[in-house]
């Protein structure tokens, strides 16, 4: 019976978003986004048929966008995603207006606009 293995090069951070996992599925699919170093939320990767985008805000260049989580917590009426459209590894990179679009939509959530 063949046997997958996993790449020995995760880092600390890969392992905890692997131990964060809900389902089998999702660890799969983490697994393989994570052996390729691909970041499943910048454009080029996005799954929009998976990830139906509900608003954005801002730009290609500092925008950010909303989505139902496909892999909700369990007893959660909504479980939402909120990600930046350009690459960013940390909420140091954010700018005043990353901050201000990313707050956009936290209002549009809350039913605010």
């Known amino acids: 019976m063949p046997t997958e293995t996993l790449p020995l090069s995760f880092e600390e951070e890969d392992i905890a978003t692997l131990l964060n996992t809900r389902t089998y599925k ?14 499943r939320f910048c454009p080029d990767h996005f ?11 801002g730009t290609v260049i ?20 909120i990600a930046p459209i350009r690459h960013i590894e940390h909420v140091a990179q954010m ?17 605010g606009v």
């Open 26 to 39: 999702q660890y799969c699919e983490m697994a393989e986004w994570i052996s390729r170093r691909v970041c």
């Open 47 to 57: 799954d929009y048929t998976k990830n139906r985008i509900l608003r954005t805000s």
């Open 62 to 81: 500092d925008g950010w966008r909303v989505w139902i989580n496909p892999y909700p917590l369990k007893h959660t009426a909504r479980h939402y995603i």
């Open 95 to 111: 700018t005043n207006v990353d901050w201000e679009n990313h707050s956009r939509l936290i209002d549009f959530l809350a039913g």
